[in-house]
């Protein structure tokens, strides 16, 4: 049981990001999500459990820092002054940033329960966790970690094809065999508008996130359209929230760190 | 003298530590393996490998092509072959590999229910990985094109530790994000000594159908950049092209339904070339 010294004490709500497919935008969401709810006054950390394939440093621009330790763990990485927004990844451990981590599942359990037990978060409103694609010793591990902090429940990102909505609606049997709470899912890179001629191309088809939802009777929390800005804002580590506030992902991403605020503070079943 | 005692302990630890490793066994009947693997996940590997093993079979119709799902966890490969049922065992108690378009198929997603998650530790992934690989009836295969899952683990290792691989092909966005795990991707094969044949860039470019405008969405020249850096080849540059989706979507690979498309030449010309080398 989590004690008062325990170092997840002071967080206040977790939220995980989930897919099942990869690549379909889990850590772009993770990060617009945490920038998205910093700017409405907030302290976030992000939690990268994604062992083969960090992400979020860079998307942070921090890839180069380093990890302190503290009486209590070790200290997550600031992404700023205001120390509004919080990293903990393997990205920060390993000695070059493409420095490949090809391990077995007992090592990764080992390092992913060290993760969550002995990293000093502090006072947080909000834990992001982003995990890798897949159902396997990452997320059972995390899951079986987290279940005692009370997760307020998880996001499924999904991109619009069959191939991806699949892979997506056995997470959600992932979900609910854990006990999971699904606070919606995310139709990610769903349309693209020619910047020139304002033509709209389902690259990757349209609408399989949002029939999965209705199928499913979870939320839908809303398409988010492909936004070369918010690629290059990712690329570049810029705060694609603060930048770019009139780009055409923008609205949809607001929209989702809305519905987690209200989520947040309704009184838990 | 001490020099030679070295050796002889240097010997004696290679010997007992190799011993609790799998021994590399060629499958039978299969002459050359070329593996798909990415890193990151979402780059398109699935849409590339099922392409390459058309494409192979295509170029010359007297090779038989096999294609392996080793994505256990995300099996995408039953949707965009068009395959589904439970394999058949035959007489020796091997599954019968399900066939489309001339090749032979065999994927976790034939095994269990479309919508049943596989929520498997790392032990067994790795006996489901050997059942794939030496369980199945793959007969006479000139090519067995494995679609490894994301990542750099469990399967990965099982495989490139259980049977000689000819060459591995790398499947990347231009994306930084997507290069670093590529870049993870090759030392990883380095480290387990399974040759790189190349990189595939793969949603290079896209071309708006209506005004033929082209948006480098995911950034451009990366994976060639790449290349450069860690001295591979750039086997292919394929474009976002709303074809490539719709016709794995409906389980009609593009180089099989159309042809003639732009998309489908792109396609020919980065694997026309890339023959792996023979085994020695």
Known sequence: LPTERSNLAGVRHIVLVLSGKGGVGKSTISTELALSLRHSGKKVGILDVDLCGPSIPRMFRVQNSDVHQCDSGWVPVFVDQDKSISLMSIGFLLEKPDDAVVWRGPKKNALIKQFVDDVAWGDLDFLIVDTPPGTSDEHISTVEALRPYKPLGAILVTTPQAVSVGDVRRELTFCKKTGLRVLGIVENMSGFVCPHCSECTNIFSKGGGEELAKHAGVTFLGCVPLDPQLSQSLEEGRDFIQEFPKSSAFPALARIAQHILDSSSQPSS | ?280
């Not at chain 2, 499958?27 to 392409?51: D, H, L, P």
């Not at chain 2, 001339?102 to 229910?113: E, Q, R, T, Y």
């Not at chain 2, 060459?167 to 030392?187: F, H, N, R, Y």
């Not at chain 2, 998309?263 to 070339?273: E, K, P, R, T």
């Open chain 2, 1 to 280: 003298s001490s020099g030679s005692r070295d050796e002889i302990l240097r010997d004696k630890r290679a010997r007992v530590v190799s011993r609790g490793l799998p021994k590399q066994k060629p499958i039978e009947g299969v002459k050359q393996v070329v593996v798909v693997a990415s890193g990151k996940g979402g780059v398109g590997k699935s849409t590339t490998a099922v392409n390459i093993a058309l494409a192979l079979a295509a170029n010359d119709s007297t090779k038989e092509v096999g294609l392996l799902d080793a994505d256990i966890y995300g099996p995408s490969i039953p949707k965009m072959m068009n395959l589904k049922g439970i394999p058949e065992l035959t007489p020796k108690n091997l599954m019968r590999p399900l066939k489309n378009y001339g090749i032979a198929c065999m994927s976790m997603g034939f095994l269990v229910d479309e919508t049943a998650p596989i929520v498997w530790r790392g032990l067994m992934v790795m006996s489901a990985v050997e059942k794939l690989l030496r369980q199945v009836d793959w007969g006479q295969l000139d090519y067995l094109v494995i679609d490894m899952p994301p990542g750099t683990g469990d399967v990965q290792l099982s495989v490139s530790q259980n049977i000689p691989i000819a060459g591995a092909v790398i499947v990347s966005t231009p994306q930084d994000v997507a290069l670093l795990d590529a870049c993870k991707g090759a030392e990883m094969f380095r480290k387990v000594h399974v040759p790189v044949l190349g990189l595939v860039q793969n949603m290079s470019v896209f071309q708006c159908p209506k005004c033929k405008h082209e948006t480098h969405i995911f950034g451009a020249d990366g994976v060639r950049d790449l290349a450069k850096t860690l001295g591979l080849n750039v086997l292919g540059d394929i474009p976002l092209h709303v074809n490539i989706r719709e016709t794995c979507d409906s389980g009609q690979p593009v180089v099989i339904s159309q042809p003639q498309s732009d998309a489908v030449s792109l396609v020919h010309c980065a694997f026309n070339d890339r023959k792996p080398s023979p085994r020695s």
